[in-house]
């Protein structure tokens, strides 16, 4: 430290006469100002040394602040060159070696050269003289300054009030600005500047900024004390008033609000006879809500929390009606068929009635939109006598949305499990929990895995709340997930659920359901009576055929309700009588024909197959186009096609290539041609290998240059050496088949006992030929049976299947072709040769076959044949 100031300064009598040269001292945040007198602490060993000379010399040095403080040893560069000339009226050593002075300013000086730099600097110096002109102005500015600092020294309690006095006594306003300036605490570059500024009514104007901006601080920081010391005392006021109404209370035998609510909330806490931790924790957060103050930031916090503890239902329940015959109705009178659901259900209830303790079973409902996955838990909830609710996880992607937040956190509430739980008032519950497939994950967390414990059997028993951290019972809530698909689902969540899959509707069952449900409902929404409004059977039936093409039936629904508001509106004009619905009158009210069968249309030329997809809304068909034109023999696939999708196309091809002399097909055919493949709807992405054997049939009708049947759909994939695997999907496949018009469906052999999923009425209607090796295909689908089968060694010995007690017929003995079921329709295959033969065992043990001689062709009934391409 060279040199710094330690007191107030206060003003003495200058001196006039200046040495031409002046050891300088340099001085820390710290500022010195002419006709002013201020305490300094030195401590460096070269300042000490200057002090020591001075003082057996004139006494008089030069004082020069450091620009940089941080400045250890400051050197002419780092001092700046306006100071003060001062003398050194006092000196004290202290124990430390190290000195106090006392210096008084007599004149600001500007350093001219420095002359010696050890031990310490030495400059040569020239006073620098004032420029002052006394106008009004400058006056006015001197008695503004003295009236701003003295309402300063009001305010700040290191200012002693005799400065006052001072600062009004002083005439010159040059040793006015020095006086102020060097009293206020403000910064040394302020300070620096108002000592080298010459003219004085500048350095006024600056120092009344100054002294403006500090009132402003002071009076401030003086309006927070006071309001803080007024809260203080209302406080303690307060705290003594309640004191004394308590006791006045307390004598009178009255007790304030405070002890009315926690005494009501006790009583509530006995009254419901909580499980013993419930308990335990409900009244430890009673004892502390008793002893805070309402205005307290906790007293909100743990009121809130004990409102939740109370309002859940922890013992409280309903009854289950353990009438299996009235639950069987009312499954029956609200929803059709879905006889899967309805036995698990009623098979919930049989064990339940003889174990009364059985937890409740947790169901996932898997399955197209608008099939009725919601409306069943409603259904079951009213079969089962309980409370139903519902919550949708679609979106959710924060933890704590399921679990919800711990009590830190500013408006925390317990998850949507909870919260579920008690707006049902019921801890058992019908809970359907929806969109599970559409479950998200971020940096807050994983939802799914939060739904891990309240799904499984073993630990939902004692669920915790984040909020509650208090264990609950979920065991006795039966739980329906419902999602539209399966694979989104993680499989630890899908592990903990009995999955129960629900296929789209047929026609048939459309039709009875819109008769018993839709049409009632929709017509008294509309306002409407069956003295006003009847549907006939025809007119429903186009409605489903024409005017809708879903697995579900929310459109149907919507288009009988359009149907029903354009009756409702002609009513409502004046019209009279009871408006009869037939065919008619649906294309009157709903317009022009919206969906078509497409099938025939697209498969008349060579080089087309119509091909059976499963998608999240149900079955679909698709159909993949086959061009060639002359080339090199590279394949372009288009249509918005996945890998898997791409590389099945890729194995159709070579399967093609390689069976080309079987098949008819020129040897340099692949050479000569580029191949396009493209499958229609290009704006919808398509993936899977279940169009392996459509995009094989359709290269392979092109190549030959015959068209495919139009009436024959077909679903399976395919390998290179041309055998055929088994799918999924197919009930929902075979739906969307017959939508679309198609009676012949070509399936994998091992998809044979998926045909017991499918409704007996279309499996007599419909024909289904399954089929091992792409021979076998090619020999069903194409119009003139130019292809013949691939013959097998153990054609002879292959096991059939039992269906619907139909016999199975069409059957070459070389490549295993069979159609099962009844063959309706335009392009169905003709049997031939009529030779029969009965098998004891295998699949379809019991059953007929017709076997067709090897040589013989699948002919296509009543059909011509396509004109070969050229």
């Known amino acids: 430290m060279e040199g710094s100031s330690n007191d107030s300064p206060h003003i003495m009598k200058p001196v006039d006469k200046i040495p031409d040269s002046l050891p300088i001292l340099p001085l820390r945040e710290t500022v010195v100002f002419p006709e002013t007198v201020t305490p300094l602490a030195v401590g460096q060993e070269r300042s000490v040394k200057l002090i020591d000379d001075v003082l057996h010399k004139d006494k008089m040095i030069g004082l020069a602040t450091i620009r940089n403080p941080d400045v250890e040893t400051a050197g002419p560069d780092d001092i700046f060159e306006i100071g003060t000339a001062a003398i050194i009226h006092k000196m004290l050593k202290v124990p430390d070696g190290s000195l106090r002075i006392l210096v008084q300013g007599v004149k600001r000086i ?352 004692s669920y915790r709340d984040h909020y509650l951290d208090l264990p609950f019972d979920l065991s006795r809530v039966l739980f329906i997930a419902t999602a539209n698909m399966l694979d989104p689902i993680p499989p630890a969540l899908r592990d903990r659920m009995e999955v129960i899959e629900l296929s789209g509707y047929t026609e048939e069952e459309k039709l009875h359901i819109a008769k018993k449900y839709l049409v009632s409902k929709q017509t008294e929404a509309n306002g409407l009576t069956t003295k006003n409004i009847g549907f006939n059977d025809k007119a429903i039936l186009r409605i489903i055929q024409d005017y809708t093409r879903e697995a579900g039936l929310r459109n149907l629904e919507r288009e009988i309700g359009s149907v029903c508001r354009k009756v409702a509106r002609e009513i409502a004009e004046g019209k009279k009588g009871k408006f009869k619905i037939d065919e008619k009158a649906v294309g009157k009210y709903l317009g022009k024909k919206r969906y078509f069968s497409e099938a ?151 998809n044979e006992k998926d045909l017991d999923d499918v409704p007996e009425h279309l499996r007599k209607t419909m024909k289904f030929i399954p089929v091992d090796e792409v021979h076998e295909v090619l020999a069903a689908a194409l119009l003139d049976g130019s292809v013949k089968a691939k013959a097998k060694a153990s054609a002879s010995g292959r096991k059939k299947p039992a269906t619907a007690g139909k016999s199975v017929g069409a059957r070459k003995a070389k490549g295993n072709v069979k159609a099962i079921g009844k063959a309706p329709g335009k392009g169905a295959a003709k049997a031939s040769g009529k030779k029969t033969a009965r098998k004891a065992t295998g699949r379809g043990a019991g059953k007929v076959s017709t076997l067709r001689k090897a040589a013989s062709p699948v002919k296509a009934s009543g059909r011509k044949k396509a004109a070969p391409k050229k």
């Open 600 to 750: 025939k249309r697209m498969t008349s030329e060579p080089g087309v197959a119509t091909g059976l997809a499963w998608t999240t809304s149900g079955g679909d068909i698709i159909f993949i186009e086959a061009t060639s034109m002359h080339g090199s023999g590279t394949l372009t696939l288009t249509g918005q096609l996945g890998d898997v999708m791409k590389e099945s196309a890729q194995a159709a091809l070579s399967w093609v290539r390689t069976h080309s002399d079987e098949l008819g097909i020129p040897e340099d055919y692949f050479q000569k041609h580029d191949i396009h493949v493209h499958v229609p709807a290009g704006a919808v992405p398509k993936d899977g290998p279940s169009a392996g054997v459509t995009m094989t049939t359709a290269l392979a009708s092109l190549a030959i240059g015959k068209s495919v049947a139009a009436n024959v759909g077909m679903t399976g994939e395919v390998t290179l050496s041309g055998k055929v695997l088994p799918i999924g999907g197919l009930k929902e496949k075979v739906l969307a088949a017959r939508r679309a018009g198609l009676d012949t469906i070509i399936l994998p052999s091992e």
């Open 110 to 461: 500007k350093v001219v050269k420095y002359t010696k730099f050890d031990p310490y600097l030495t400059a040569k110096v020239k006073p620098l003289e004032d420029k002052v002109e006394m106008t009004k102005e400058v006056e006015a500015l001197s008695r503004n300054l003295q009236n701003v600092f003295t309402k300063i020294i009001g305010l700040v309690p290191y200012l002693p009030e005799e400065l006052q006095m001072a600062a009004s006594n002083v005439d010159d306003p040059s040793a006015l600005c020095y006086l102020i300036a060097s009293a206020i605490k403000i910064r040394t570059e302020e300070k620096q500047d108002l000592l080298e500024e010459i003219d004085v009514e500048k350095r006024l104007r600056k120092l009344t900024v100054i002294l403006n901006r500090e009132l402003e601080v002071f009076e401030l920081g003086s309006k927070i004390q006071n309001d803080v010391q007024s809260e203080m005392d209302k406080n303690q006021r307060e705290y003594f008033l309640r004191q004394q109404m308590k006791a006045i209370q307390e004598e009178l035998g009255e007790t304030d609000e405070i002890a009315a609510e926690v005494n009501e909330l006790r009583a509530q806490i006995d009254e419901l006879k909580l499980p013993e931790e419930v308990d335990r924790q409900a009244r430890r957060e009673l004892d502390r809500l008793s002893k805070m103050q309402p205005a307290a930031a906790e007293y909100s916090v743990i009121r809130t929390y004990l409102d939740w503890l109370i309002t859940i239902p922890w013992n409280k329940g309903t009854e289950d009606i353990l009438d299996i015959a009235r639950a069987q109705q009312v499954l029956d009178e609200d929803h059709y068929d879905l006889e899967k659901v309805k036995n698990r259900i009623l098979e919930y209830l049989s064990v339940a009635k003889l174990k009364k303790d059985m937890a409740g079973p947790i169901l996932c409902f898997v399955g197209p939109p608008g099939v009725g996955k919601t409306s069943l838990g409603h259904s079951i909830a009213r079969a089962l006598g309980r409370k139903f609710i519902r919550i949708s996880v679609g979106g959710v992607r924060d933890e704590a949305e399921i679990r919800g937040h711990r009590r830190t956190y500013i408006g925390a509430m317990p998850g949507t499990i909870i919260r579920a739980i008690r707006d049902a008032e019921s801890n058992n519950p019908v809970f359907a929990i929806d969109e599970m497939d559409k479950l998200g994950a971020d940096f807050r967390g994983d939802p799914s895995s939060a739904l891990l414990e309240v799904l499984d059997p073993e630990q939902h028993f």
